[in-house]
């Protein structure tokens, strides 16, 4: 949503062209079907998610995996950005 107001299937994509990663930091357990993390890939967005088995039974091996530590996350982040390119080609 964008100030209340529901996006299209253009305008999601649009946004998610626009940015370089998206994160997905679920506690364990707490999280089910991950559709942002579906909606980033399907647009070629890198998504870097928490190691769950909900997150990857959705998005399977195209996500980035790390621990749900902050460190983590900001390590894999600082990895896509100085290997953008072959980061959006992950399989």
């Known amino acids: 949503m964008l100030n209340d107001k529901v996006l299209d299937d253009n305008q999601l994509c649009y946004f998610y062209n626009k940015c370089h990663v998206i994160l997905v930091?679920?506690?364990?357990?707490?999280?089910?079907?991950?559709?942002?993390?579906?909606?980033?890939?399907?647009?070629?967005?890198?998504?870097?998610?928490?190691?769950?088995?909900?997150?990857?039974?959705?998005?399977?091996?195209?996500?980035?995996y790390v621990p749900y530590k902050a460190e983590a996350f900001a390590e894999k982040a600082c990895w896509i950005f100085k290997n953008y390119e072959n980061a959006r080609k992950k399989p």
């Open 25 to 64: 930091p679920s506690p364990p357990y707490a999280e089910g079907f991950s559709l942002a993390s579906a909606e980033a890939l399907a647009c070629g967005t890198p998504v870097i998610a928490t190691d769950i088995p909900a997150i990857r039974e959705s998005v399977g091996k195209y996500a980035y």
